[in-house]
């Protein structure tokens, strides 16, 4: 049976690149159209030609073998998941750093769907920190690792390094397909960034947020396969490509656009940073300095979330956030949850240096509106919004089941 998934297998050069073979098979036996690209120096330890028979495509290497042709992105368009197993320190290094020097590194910046890799080396190798930097780099950025496995080196010493068993690895695979079936085509509202309300035409009243969280969610869910809208105030990192993208600059602004966008939509995520207050009388001209203080009179914006709730469909999903200062306290949250009319709210400590607004890394609360809570930790940003689409998931009864 034909899954109707293509899976890119990259080969990288390590003595376990042999292995990737039982790895074709199994993936080849699941179903799908499997097409091996190999480095240079993966082909010195991989049996080419039984790659290609085993999974019926030639083995590609070389970026430039169809003249004219911009291969790597017809490939990476129209591939389900990349996996490269093994994956040596090397190539782990020039991933990290964005190389594309060959076929299988510029389809790794070119590729929008899951990552996945299993790295496999000598253990000193492994532990090294600079591979376990690229790896965290990496990770950090939403591919998966497989970790290997402990055992017989091709040293001859015994430790972790070993590929993961094809059986793992494939196991890996069904569950990211999987995720990405089940994902595939929800359409996901997502808001981020700060808003910035006009004192006069060169001052503003903002915030802090750079939008990092809310935009770890749209590459999060356009990983899944989700069909992602981003309703976006002014932030200074670059747009996931592959989402529709709504630049706004006021709350009311994020408002009239999220109104708009919301009923065609299963899930809204409402990360932004919504400022409160704005100018009751915005200035027309630039106030100049006079030697007296200068008072301004601000009013309250509408609570952007709370309005959604109220035109809330059934099977619609809405999540929050909350960002505290004085500690996170359960209840008040939960209180908070049922105020705005959310089904999920994730809850930080803005209070904290180094963490949350601005920074890569957060560390989010869960709090539903009966009061139940689940501490998700202190991770990078990217990281949590792949856990946090993972538990909107169990707790959305009405997710909405597509036709494949
Ligand atoms: N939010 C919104 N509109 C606003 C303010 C906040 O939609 N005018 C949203 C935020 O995007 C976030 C959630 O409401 O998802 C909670 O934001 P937070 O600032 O914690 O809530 P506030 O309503 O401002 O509550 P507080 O009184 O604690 O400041």
Redesign the pocket.
Known sequence: MKSGKKILLGITGSIAAYRALDIARLLVQDGHDVQIVATSRALKFFPRINGEVFTGHPVLSDLFESPGGVRHIGLADESDLLLVAPASADFIGRMAMGLADDLLTTLCLAIRSSVILAPAMEEMMYLHPAVQAHLKTLTDRGVREIPPDRGALASGKEGLGRLASPERIRDEVRELLRISQEWSGVRVLI?AGPTRESIDPVRYIGNRSSGRMGYALVEAALSRGAKVTLVSGPVDIPTPPGADVFQVET?GEMESALEKQFPGHDLCI?????A?YRMEKPLNGKRKKDGKSWTLTLSE??????GLSRSKKEGQFLV?????TRGLDTNDLAR?ARR?GVDLLLANDVSEPGIGFGSESNDLTLVLPDGQSLHLGRDSKRRLADRILAEIRKRWTGFPSLPT
Request: hydrophobic letters at 55%.
């Open positions: 808001s709350a409402m990360a932004a940073a919504v409160d914006n509408p609570d952007i979330l709370a929050g956030f909350a960002a505290e908070k705005k």
